[in-house]
């Protein structure tokens, strides 16, 4: 009889590495459009800081970057995040301007729901 489990106690471990680490060299690289024809013109256009976290001078290299690169680059989670979402967004011919933002505003009002409400105490 087949059973799953006995299968996967035969799958060797590195073979789930092997299918994480191609998935890169799979994507496909865009065409410079528009105005955006360097990488710092990229991170220039989705804002937030981006063009002087990362450097880089290569087209290539630049849409083959992982977050693994990016994090020995020492660039923050949250800036790592955002830039890698938007290269998809990039990959996949959206416009830059459709889904370029600025990051959330900090909360001004900070309490446990109802009790402080625009910055009053009210029970």
């Excluded at 955006?36 to 990362?54: C, H, M, W, Y």
Aim: proline share 8%; aromatic share 12%; with cysteine.
């Amino acid at each position: 009889m087949f059973s799953l489990r006995h299968s996967f106690k035969q799958t060797p471990y590195g073979w789930s590495r092997l299918v994480h680490s191609t998935t890169t060299a799979l994507r496909p690289i865009p065409e410079p459009r528009g105005k955006i024809t360097t990488p710092q013109d990229f991170l220039k256009a989705i804002g937030r800081n981006s063009e002087k976290r990362v450097s880089i001078d290569s087209w290539e290299a630049f849409w083959r970057m992982t977050g693994w690169d990016l994090k020995s680059a020492s660039v923050p989670v949250r800036d790592r995040r955002y830039i890698l979402w938007c290269m998809e967004k990039f990959r996949q011919d959206l416009p830059i301007e459709q889904f370029a933002h600025e990051p959330k505003p900090k909360k001004k009002i900070r309490g446990w729901g109802p009790a402080v409400q625009h910055g009053k105490r009210i029970r």
